[in-house]
């Protein structure tokens, strides 16, 4: 089948789409898209997160015909530029924190943290740990993604994400 | 592999009686899994997320009725005070990216044993609402689950809603489990006072082939409770009482060894739960 | 505190305070690309025309092949080969230590999960049905399952080697020496898996020289090559490694999985191939951690000294050696612990069962015994009535104290100051009346109002040998070049060295700036065009790979100071680099006219040199006594955790842990920060949710579902205070990092967890049902 959403604000159109797909296949394979990891195709890791029409959601649990005409925003949107160095806020905080180490879980987790600060500007610890709950990271322990989130946090008093 | 795309209640249901072969998908929380897999293979994906209806809830004469398609979320979010212990419930369902797709109707249509929203619709005395091009019909919840991932829906029916009253009284909710979250229940427990009917509901989850209620539990407190106008006058319960509650509900539990506990801790666990959930929840009864 | 190292122009480097150098938190220089998410893992990879591949695998964890069927297999359209053992070129077995294992079975399997035939397809999904049209007769036998029947002469044979892979002795002092206070204990670790997110994958490239371009996430890029090149029958120079990015690796990516598979159907197909494994496979895929039985006998006399250890410690191997007999001996000869102990007597094994194989994984043996030791030195303080800090205080070792090998612990060995810092470290307030669920074991799972909730504090040391040992020639290769670009130094670094996640691509940029003084530095794709790096493991990496950084380095700046000697007519001793130029140091200032720009001494071309590098050798251990200098350095950590646990449903909420470490120098402060806490969450999954559940030689819960890794809701705060004590051996005085949080990490979770219960808890991970006790059904 034929697919066409919007990703990132662009629209695109995939052919030949499978229709036992996932929306993480057809963004890694046919869109080119590869931001969002597979590490698990079950929901359980969250490395594939992305927001669908306004929500979080694990990509490798949506089939591809429910992404029609939706609105997709994945890690690579999240970059305000084009130049190498631009960063967003969640990217750079992630960095600046020391929050990167082999760096699978971070396209999730980036985009799962900005989908909270955008909700919630300055959450508490807990909020942040049950907001990034469904984000499985093995290297960091966790320790410096929470700062990173309190680091994008008070860089968003100038304003909303 | 077909997807079908209906936008209408009436498209999908004349889609599911053309093609009974066709999975229904909502969430994709369950399907997608077994479709990444390789486990399944359907002829046709069904996907129910287009049709408005499905994502509807609302109130009819003072029930409940909420569509297949409301997400954990939406529950947590707009239903939490007229339906506490499922609001609690869908708080420990997977992760937030869960939570924003998976569906209590989606939950019904699989049927696990380990389905977190089972309990709490039992505890409630909730209906399912089940259609097909033939027609409706309603199912208590509790006569729903035939066998673990089964139930009662003939291949051309789609589950349409949920229809129960708003909570009466206090509603409890507890799930053990060995991770702080994305973690199904080891076992879980529903509870629901309902002091205008006198009622006690309860739901049992992954401690028996299907979830299921603890009757005579029910009975035995209704008894109690009614013998001595504790629902008119609240006060402590005697322990006895909680103790006996507590271990009939772990006699109506039929729990097996897995991988992920035994039976032996099963039980146990259900009976700590049970108790617990019946003192916050008389608790509050008597504070209100 | 920290002991500063004497170089001849430290001083100089310190006053210079350049940015992103040795000491500072300078940033990833592939972060960019990850949190843009443009960075390629190995299941990132793509070429024009590529085909994909798939692996059949047995179902049976011990059978006799009866024959292979692949014509239904072949019959798949999109379907281009199906290979099994008899397309194999060359050697037919791989393996780290013994080349024990198949590429593809042969006449018989010996794991559930073990590779039959691989499938090269146009797309993943007809691979995948190919590989499940591979039919396989078998004839199923008993598997040997029980590690304990495995090591009698009795047992069935897995290899006809026998069972028994290694028995280390370690024997040290009076045999016969008795003490006043005796506590015996049996323990019990599971079967941990690395769990690392990024699944094995690659990319095989078929050359136009008859070789092959292989694209893979991998730990030791070098002796991958040499398997790979054996297997295929080819010379090393025609197997061509490149490092693509690693999602994790922790020990699982040390032996083989794909690479062989890989190459072997792009040469067959002429095709590039790529295969991903699925997370179920890759349980199935790699090495697990070796689930190990452990039984202690510490003796004390009444002033709280350790008079003797004695200790058996059986590590189940599974199915082949992979790095078995190096694990048996870690797990032996730092099994005591970091206490001095006169008198010990240890027996170490390792055996093969046809459960799933076990090798690498961080800590590598010093894990289990750590658990063993550290419950019994919590049990031993029990029986003497004194507190398990003041017992562990008396008993520390310190630089001077000789191990249970004979061997002396040179340098900073400061136990008593870590476990000093993490009990002084204030402990967290009470959980108040009305704590909030989030606060309270079970979480948002409401289970507990408060009710049942105990809270516990446990103490623990451990350590671990840091880099390859027993006499194995550990060395790393890298080439430095200085050349100019735009106007200014860029200095180029490449090795073979495998970044997995830790930061070893930064530390190597850190280096290159504070030994060449340039600001711009490249840090070059690992492959095998260069010379080997080691494994990225045995928290060797800064060490030896920092190392050979440095010296290349110093091999260009002895370069450079040779020509600038020249032009400013003075002494090579005479100079140092400040602000991109060489220039003469007198008393403290630098003249304008007595520098050379850097730019201006590579003006006629790069200066490049090659270095191999080596730490200080260390010896085998005799075979009988187990003496021996086998281990060239030590790290060591403290922990202590709080928990509080309901005590009725037997759940578990960490609270806090505080980690103290001595890393000798950071080289990157925040790095060493995150190592710390990334190994110390790996401690706290063993000891309250990992375990692969084996039964009957079959995995039980091969997915995420029920391999349960901690997530950020189980993660507690974490404090750690770092020391830099400075090893006077090594670089910069820096101590490896990575495992060290690992190991104690664990038993300091039990222990609190038995301090808030009164169970004896002896097995990891510790499970409801073990904290509730005897269930009344």
């Known amino acids: 089948m034929r697919l066409s959403l919007t990703v990132n604000s662009r629209p695109y159109q995939a052919e030949g789409v499978w229709e036992g797909e996932s929306l993480l296949y057809v963004l890694r394979e046919r869109l080119g898209f590869w931001g969002a990891k597979n590490a698990c195709e079950q929901g359980e890791c969250g490395s594939c997160s992305v927001v669908l029409d306004g929500v979080l959601v694990c990509a490798c649990l949506v089939a591809a015909g429910q992404a029609q005409h939706s609105e997709i925003l994945t890690v690579e949107g999240l970059t305000p530029g084009r130049s190498p160095d631009d960063l967003g806020p969640v990217q750079r905080a992630f960095l600046e924190a020391g929050a990167v180490q082999c760096g699978f879980c971070t396209p999730g987790l980036i985009v799962a943290s900005h989908e909270l600060l955008r909700q919630n500007p300055a959450p508490t610890d807990a909020q942040v740990r049950e907001a990034l709950a469904g984000n499985l990271c093995r290297c960091t322990g966790y320790e410096k993604i929470l700062d990173a989130v309190r680091l994008a946090a008070a860089g968003l008093e100038g304003g909303p994400l | 592999m077909d997807f079908l795309s209906p936008t ?281 | 505190m920290s002991t500063v190292l004497s170089q001849p122009w430290a001083g100089e480097r310190e006053r210079l305070g350049l940015r992103g150098g040795v000491g500072s938190d300078a940033p990833r220089p592939d972060g960019i690309l990850k949190v843009k998410g443009r960075f390629a893992f190995s299941s990132d990879l793509w070429a024009e025309g590529m085909i994909w591949g798939a692996t059949a695998r047995s179902p049976h964890p011990r059978a006799l092949i009866a024959g292979i069927d692949v014509s239904e297999a072949l019959r798949l359209p999109g379907v281009r080969c199906v290979l099994t053992q008899e397309d194999v070129p060359g050697r037919k077995t791989y393996g780290l230590e013994v080349a024990d294992q198949p590429v593809l079975a042969i006449d018989e399997v010996r794991y559930q999960g073990e590779p039959i035939a691989i499938v090269a397809a146009d797309d993943p999904e007809t691979a995948r049905r190919a590989a499940a049209a591979v039919y396989v007769g078998y004839n199923v036998l008993e598997p040997v399952v029980d590690p304990e ?228 030195m919590d049990r031993l303080a029990a029986a003497l009535g004194v507190g398990p800090v003041e017992l562990r205080a008396r008993n520390a070792m310190a630089e001077g104290s000789v191990m249970p090998t004979g061997q002396v612990v040179e340098g900073p060995a400061p136990v008593a100051e870590l476990l000093r810092r993490v009990h002084s470290a204030p402990l967290p307030p009470a959980l108040g009346a009305a704590a909030a669920a989030t606060s309270l074991p079970g979480g948002a799972a409401n289970t507990t109002h408060g009710e049942g909730v105990a809270r516990g504090v446990g103490y623990a040391l451990g350590f671990k040998n840091v880099g390859f040992s027993e006499g194995f020639d550990d060395y790393s290769t890298a080439r430095v070049s200085l050349a100019r670009a735009g106007g200014r130094p860029i200095a180029t670094v490449h090795t073979a060295a495998a970044e997995v996640g830790q930061g070893l691509v930064t530390v190597q940029a850190q280096i290159a700036r504070t030994e060449l003084g340039t600001e711009q530095v490249v840090v070059e794709t690992a492959d095998t065009q260069v010379g080997s790096a080691g494994s990225s493991s045995a928290s060797r990496q800064t060490y030896v790979t920092g190392g050979a950084v440095k010296a290349a380095c110093a091999e260009v700046r002895e370069v450079l100071f040779e020509r600038a000697a020249q032009l400013l007519g003075c002494l090579p001793a005479d100079l140092v680099i400040a602000d991109e130029a060489v220039v003469v140091r007198e008393g403290g200032g630098f003249g304008a006219d007595r520098a050379v720009p850097l730019v201006e001494l590579v003006a006629d071309g790069p200066v490049e040199r090659t270095v191999q590098w080596r730490h200080r050798p260390t010896q085998p251990v005799d075979p009988e006594t187990g003496q021996g200098n086998a281990h060239v350095q030590y790290c060591f950590a403290a922990h202590r955790a709080v928990v509080d646990v309901d005590v009725e449903l037997g759940l578990v909420k960490v609270v806090e842990i505080v980690t103290a470490q001595d890393v000798g120098k950071a080289i990157n402060p925040s790095a060493v920060l995150g190592q710390i806490h990334g190994g110390t969450a790996q401690g706290l999954g063993l000891a309250l949710m990992e375990e692969i559940q084996v039964e009957g030689g079959r995995v039980k819960n091969a997915s995420f579902t029920d391999y349960l890794i901690p997530t950020i809701l189980d993660m507690p705060p974490m404090r750690v205070d770092v020391l830099e004590l400075g090893d006077p051996f090594a670089p910069y005085g820096l101590r490896g990092v990575g495992e060290a949080p690992t190991i104690s990490s664990t038993p300091a979770i039990v222990a609190a967890v038995r301090a808030a219960t009164g169970r004896d808890l002896t097995r990891v991970p510790v499970r409801p049902e073990d904290i509730i006790g005897e269930v009344a059904s």
Not at chain 2, 88 to 110: E, H
Not at chain 2, 198 to 208: D, E, M, P
Request: charge should be neutral; include cysteine; charged fraction near 25%.
């Open chain 2, 8 to 288: 209408t209640l009436a498209e999908a249901l004349e889609a599911k009686a053309e093609r009974p072969e066709a999975l229904p998908i909502m969430g994709g929380t369950d399907v997608m899994v077994e479709v990444n897999f390789g486990r399944r293979r359907p002829a046709a994906l069904l996907d129910l997320t287009k049709v408005p209806e499905l994502a509807e809830w609302g109130r009819d004469d003072g029930v409940l009725r909420v569509g297949a398609g409301v997400t954990y979320t939406r529950v947590i979010e707009e239903l939490g005070r007229l339906l506490p212990g499922l609001a609690i419930a869908s708080r420990t369902v997977g992760s937030p990216q869960i939570r924003n797709r998976g569906t209590v109707g989606g939950n019904l249509g699989s049927a696990s044993p380990a389905g977190d929203a089972h309990p709490p619709l039992l505890a409630a005395g909730a209906e399912v609402e089940v259609a097909s091009a033939r027609g409706r019909r309603t199912v208590p919840v509790e006569e729903f689950f035939i066998g673990p991932k089964r139930n009662v829906l003939a291949p051309d029916e789609l589950v349409l809603a949920f229809r129960s009253r708003p909570a009466a009284g206090p509603e409890q909710f507890c799930k053990v489990g060995t991770r702080n979250a994305m973690v199904i229940a080891v076992a879980s427990f529903s509870l629901a006072l309902d002091p205008a009917e006198r009622r006690v509901g309860t739901g049992i989850g992954s401690a028996a082939p299907t979830p299921r209620r603890a009757k005579e539990a029910e009975a035995f407190l209704e008894d109690e409770l009614a013998e001595d106008d504790l629902w008119g006058m609240p006060r402590a319960l005697g322990p006895q009482v909680v103790n006996r509650f507590s271990e009939l509900v772990v006699l109506a539990a039929s729990p097996i060894d897995d991988v992920r506990g035994t039976a032996a801790y099963r039980k146990h666990a259900l009976g700590v739960m049970a108790r617990r959930a019946l003192c916050w929840a008389w608790d509050e009864y008597q504070r209100s």
């Open chain 3, 149 to 376: 029947e495995a090591l009698r002469t009795s047992s069935d044979k897995v290899h006809p080697t026998g069972n028994i892979v290694r028995h280390l002795k370690v024997r040290r002092g009076d045999p016969d020496a008795t003490a006043d206070i005796v506590v015996s204990g049996e323990y019990e670790v599971r079967m941990q898996d690395q769990a690392f997110l990024g699944p094995e994958s690659g990319l095989a490239v078929p050359a136009e020289d008859g070789g092959v371009d292989l694209y893979v996430a991998t730990q030791w890029l070098h002796v991958d090559q040499d398997q790979v090149a054996a297997s295929l029958g080819l010379p090393a120079g025609k197997v061509r490694l490149s490092l693509s990015g690693v999602g994790g690796a922790f020990g699982a990516r040390e032996d083989l999985s794909l690479q062989v598979h890989l190459c072997m159907l792009a040469l067959r197909t002429g095709r590039p191939v790529k295969m991903v494994y699925s997370r179920e496979e890759s349980f199935f895929g790699h090495v697990h951690r070796h689930p190990a039985r452990l039984r202690y006998t510490h003796g004390a006399n009444r002033d709280g000294k350790l008079v003797y250890v004695k200790a058996e410690i059986l590590l189940d191997g599974g199915a082949y050696m992979s790095s078995s007999r190096a694990v048996v001996a870690n797990a032996g000869t730092l099994g005591i612990g970091p206490y001095e102990v006169p008198n010990v007597s240890m027996d170490a094994y390792g055996v093969y069962t046809n459960n799933p194989p076990c090798g690498a994984m961080r800590g590598f043996g010093a894990v289990q015994a750590c658990f063993a030791y550290e419950s019994q």
